[in-house]
């Protein structure tokens, strides 16, 4: 495993933070790119601490990874230089000269916009506005900034050369493949592409060189914001079940709905995925809470595992089965050539 890309299939917080910490303890991977921007919240549950993460890689809990932001990527230096002081990782992280900044005017401008605010239901943190500014050619960008200065490094270059050295490289998506602005639910989406293709080019790193594209899909869907949701649980059906989220950059409650077999196998094609993690079988199957060996599944989650692997044509190779790193059941062995 040289290049791996690690996605969301259905609308983000499928838990990329869950399995992405778990890979780069497991595999030891080198190098970490975080795409995207502070708007997508990833959780991390290591060593009884949970994390939360709106910028640095989850794969920061490898203390000898490498951490990285692409070009393609929004920063927000506030937020950036907060999780770097949080996490002590000065020594290790860097950002691409250029990102593109994220500043006041464009929060203000994305809480204040009715339409981004009340009918798309934005999370307010100015990345859309950014966004516009940069495809308008006024953004400020990461080398501008003075506080920035001592992090920054040419990503696309970074990550050329460690998959020439053999090493082991990860991008971590944000979001999920049905927020993105092309093949997502328009216009209830964000400000850019999701996919794999997409996560490649915000880093730099051409498609040639991947490897592995692992989507992430949680047992259930569940969305914030605007926008349709098939199947659509009433709240108090979702709070029942123990489905009921609570969003991680917003706090807002996350709507939920039964997994979509239909959406998996979409997301599985445009981004040609090669695996699939599937997380928080705890939460549908309370049986399998902290099951690390696939043969202690109970029958029912083993069919609801084969129907994903039959629908997708893709395998299940990680299974979520609880909240921290290693509550995890890891088949590649069992699946991947390598
Ligand atoms: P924006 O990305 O803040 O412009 O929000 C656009 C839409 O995407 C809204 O429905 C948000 O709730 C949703 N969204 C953006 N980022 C995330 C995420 O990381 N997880 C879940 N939903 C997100
Ligand atoms: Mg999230």
């Given at each position: 495993?040289?290049?791996?890309?690690?996605?969301?299939?259905?609308?983000?917080?499928?838990?990329?933070g869950k399995i992405v910490s778990y890979l780069a303890l497991?595999?030891?991977?080198?190098?970490?790119?975080?795409?995207?921007?502070?708007?997508?919240?990833?959780?991390v549950?290591f060593?009884?601490?949970?994390?939360?993460?709106?910028?640095?890689?989850s794969a920061?809990v490898y203390?000898?990874?490498?951490?990285?932001?692409?070009?393609?990527?929004?920063?927000?230096?506030?937020?950036?230089?907060?999780?770097?002081?949080?996490?002590?990782?000065?020594?290790?992280?860097?950002?691409?000269?250029?990102?593109?900044?994220?500043?006041?005017?464009?929060?203000?401008?994305?809480?204040?916009?009715?339409?981004?605010?009340?009918?798309?239901?934005?999370?307010?943190?100015?990345?859309?506005?950014?966004?516009?500014?940069?495809?308008?050619?006024?953004?400020?960008?990461?080398?501008?900034?003075?506080?920035?200065?001592?992090?920054?490094?040419?990503?696309?270059?970074?990550?050329?050369?460690?998959?020439?050295?053999?090493?082991?490289?990860?991008?971590?998506?944000?979001?999920?493949?049905?927020?993105?602005?092309?093949?997502?639910?328009?216009?209830?989406?964000?400000?850019?592409?999701?996919?794999?293709?997409?996560?490649?080019?915000?880093?730099?790193?051409?498609?040639?060189?991947?490897?592995?594209?692992?989507?992430?899909?949680?047992?259930?869907?569940?969305?914030?914001?605007?926008?349709?949701?098939?199947?659509?649980?009433?709240?108090?059906?979702?709070?029942?079940?123990?489905?009921?989220?609570?969003?991680?950059?917003?706090?807002?409650?996350?709507?939920?709905?039964?997994?979509?077999?239909?959406?998996?196998?979409?997301?599985?094609?445009?981004?040609?995925?090669?695996?699939?993690?599937?997380?928080?079988?705890?939460?549908?199957?309370?049986?399998?809470?902290?099951?690390?060996?696939?043969?202690?599944?109970?029958?029912?989650?083993?069919?609801?595992?084969?129907?994903?692997?039959?629908?997708?044509?893709?395998?299940?190779?990680?299974?979520?089965?609880?909240?921290?790193v290693?509550?995890?059941?890891?088949?590649?062995?069992?699946?991947?050539?390598?």
């Amino acid at each position: 495993m040289t290049l791996t890309v690690v996605v969301g299939g259905f609308f983000g917080d499928e838990g990329k933070g869950k399995i992405v910490s778990y890979l780069a303890l497991k595999d030891k991977i080198d190098v970490a790119v975080r795409t995207g921007s502070v708007n997508a919240g990833h959780t991390v549950v290591f060593q009884g601490k949970t994390i939360k993460l709106r910028m640095i890689p989850s794969a920061f809990v490898y203390d000898k990874c490498r951490l990285l932001i692409g070009p393609g990527a929004n920063v927000n230096p506030k937020i950036f230089l907060k999780e770097v002081e949080a996490l002590k990782v000065h020594d290790r992280v860097g950002l691409d000269a250029q990102c593109s900044i994220i500043e006041e005017k464009h929060i203000v401008r994305d809480r204040t916009d009715e339409h981004l605010a009340k009918k798309i239901g934005s999370t307010g943190q100015g990345v859309g506005p950014a966004i516009e500014d940069r495809v308008r050619r006024v953004a400020k960008l990461a080398k501008d900034v003075e506080e920035l200065k001592p992090y920054i490094t040419d990503v696309p270059y970074e990550v050329n050369k460690a998959l020439d050295e053999g090493k082991k490289v990860l991008l971590e998506g944000t979001q999920g493949l049905f927020l993105s602005l092309y093949h997502g639910t328009y216009p209830y989406v964000t400000s850019r592409d999701t996919s794999a293709a997409a996560v490649c080019s915000e880093v730099g790193v051409g498609p040639r060189r991947v490897d592995e594209v692992i989507v992430v899909f949680k047992a259930y869907v569940t969305r914030v914001g605007g926008g349709p949701l098939e199947g659509e649980l009433p709240m108090e059906e979702a709070k029942r079940r123990g489905w009921l989220e609570i969003a991680t950059v917003t706090g807002r409650i996350r709507r939920a709905a039964p997994f979509n077999f239909k959406m998996a196998k979409r997301a599985v094609m445009i981004n040609s995925a090669t695996q699939i993690a599937l997380t928080k079988m705890d939460v549908l199957f309370p049986e399998c809470k902290g099951v690390r060996e696939y043969d202690e599944l109970s029958r029912e989650a083993k069919e609801f595992i084969e129907r994903i692997e039959k629908e997708t044509g893709v395998k299940v190779t990680l299974i979520g089965t609880g909240a921290d790193v290693f509550d995890i059941i890891d088949r590649r062995g069992e699946f991947m050539r390598r």
